[in-house]
């Protein structure tokens, strides 16, 4: 039990500088008035973020939990056309129906 504490408080603080390096790109682009790479970086923030909250709760046992925020990282990750993002997500997805024993949606995920 202290080993997956210890673990999901090192993903947290790898997730939390993967964000600072997100915003901080961001805030260059905003400070060169290039709104779009601006909101790309934001969004490629946001898109880690909901991953991460996603494995939170997968690790936690709420799978409804992590279910919404893989599929809103999924959402994200096709707005930006950001494959591998999609692609880990699937992925993750996958995990989750194979959890839940559901083979069909697995197999859809890992296809995907």
Not at 83 to 94: D, E, I, T
């Amino acid at each position: 039990m202290q080993q997956q504490a210890a673990g999901i408080a090192t993903a947290t603080r790898l997730l939390d500088k993967l964000t600072q390096l997100y915003v901080q790109r961001s805030l260059a682009h905003l400070h060169e008035r290039s709104l779009a790479p601006a909101w790309h970086e934001v969004n490629l923030a946001s898109h880690y973020v909901a991953t991460m909250k996603g494995a939170l709760h997968e690790q936690s046992g709420n799978l409804d939990g992590a279910h919404a925020f893989y599929q809103e990282a999924l959402s994200i990750a096709e707005t930006l056309a950001y494959r591998s993002g999609m692609a880990k997500v699937h992925h993750h997805l996958g995990n989750l129906a194979v959890r839940q024993l559901d083979a069909e949606q697995a197999m859809s995920h890992y296809r995907a």
